[in-house]
């Protein structure tokens, strides 16, 4: 009862003049989570074909508000300011992206493709978010690179497992910044992923 008085006490004095401060309207941001690969690199026509499943998102991954660790300790979700796209999906979408541009592969491709890969890539993204007290920006997902072996009863046989870490400087304390500085940290991720895909695949 009280809680309906307070929420209509607004309307009930709105023909009275701005008695009350107007709360300020502050608009949602989407932000893109996309590295750009540093080479585009022509596809080998006599390379495997990898299959990249999509990226699972550890628990509270799978919001798309921007991640901040504060100084004491605890983790901000921003409301107004997300990713334009899941976290997990976008590092998925880079994964392809990048691990097609480094030309080591025929092809790339998701599930549901109807080409038979040689190489399967899967993983889960575990931390994404800018470290205010460490003034950087984290990126860590683990990943898992298979062989596939249609022919065994066990299908796909593991190469590596892998826990990728990436880093970068956050230049300063707005969610500009705090974006320039995760897409970097997904950039190093990204970088140290097509390595290892090279020294498997190669």
């Not at 300790?73 to 590092?91: I, M, Q, R």
């Not at 979408?93 to 080591?104: D, K, N, R």
């Not at 230049?171 to 500085?181: E, L, S």
């Amino acid at each position: 009862m009280h809680r309906r008085l307070v929420l209509l006490a607004p309307l009930a004095l709105a023909g009275c003049g701005p008695l009350l401060p107007q709360q300020k309207y502050i608009p949602r941001i989407n932000w893109p989570l996309a590295p750009q690969p540093p080479a585009q690199n022509a596809d080998n026509p006599a390379g495997p074909v990898l299959l990249v499943r999509a990226i699972a998102a550890a628990p509270g991954l799978d919001q798309q508000g921007l991640q901040v660790l504060q100084p004491d300790g605890s983790l901000v979700v921003d409301y107004y300011n997300l990713w334009a796209a899941s976290p997990a999906d976008a590092v998925t979408q880079a994964l392809l992206a990048w691990a097609q541009a480094s030309g080591g592969f025929s092809a790339v491709i998701s599930p549901g493709s109807r080409l038979n890969p040689v190489f399967i890539l899967e993983g889960e993204l575990t931390e994404l978010l800018a470290d205010i007290a460490a003034g950087r920006a984290r990126c860590v997902v683990t990943l898992v690179l298979m062989k596939n072996n249609p022919g065994l009863d066990a299908g796909a046989v593991p190469l590596a497992q892998v826990r990728l870490v990436g880093s970068a400087p956050l230049r300063g304390a707005t969610p500009a910044a705090q974006v320039q500085a995760q897409r970097a940290a997904l950039a190093g991720v990204l970088n140290q992923a097509v390595a290892l895909l090279g020294r498997y695949t190669g």
